[in-house]
Nanobody, 125 residues
């Protein structure tokens, strides 16, 4: 049974940094992909970045060079380090996971993931 719980959201001024965490259970014994998505009211979820079991990573162009996705050695926590934040980064950020064979480059759509956290708000002003 996969469970995902995010933490670390909040408010920050433009140019600042935040680190999000996603506590995951039910993944460590399986091949899987994990990712961060974000959504603003009235718009669809946007893929931010993904990472697979082998550690390959994909970033959306809008965050490449500013955000860093990582996970701990036991695959129990996923992180998103967000630097040089901009007002347009404001959104609800949600972590997602999918079991089985997958590669970060190809798993970049909400339809690729079956497990989702509850989301955490990030506001940049």
């Amino acid at each position: 049974h996969v469970q995902l719980v995010e933490s670390g959201g909040g408010s920050v001024q433009a140019g600042g940094s935040l680190r999000l965490s996603c506590a995951a259970s039910g993944l460590s014994d399986n091949s899987h992909c994990m990712g961060w998505f974000r959504q603003v009211p009235g718009k669809e979820h946007e893929a931010v970045c993904t990472i697979d079991t082998d550690g390959s990573i994909w970033y959306a162009d809008s965050v490449n060079g500013r955000f860093t996705i990582s996970k701990d050695s036991t695959d129990s926590t996923l992180y998103l380090q967000m630097n040089s934040l901009r007002p347009e980064d404001s959104a609800v950020y949600t972590c997602a996971a999918e079991l089985g064979w997958c590669t970060a480059d190809y798993f970049t759509d909400t339809r690729d993931f079956n497990y989702w956290g509850q989301g955490t708000q990030v506001t940049v002003s």
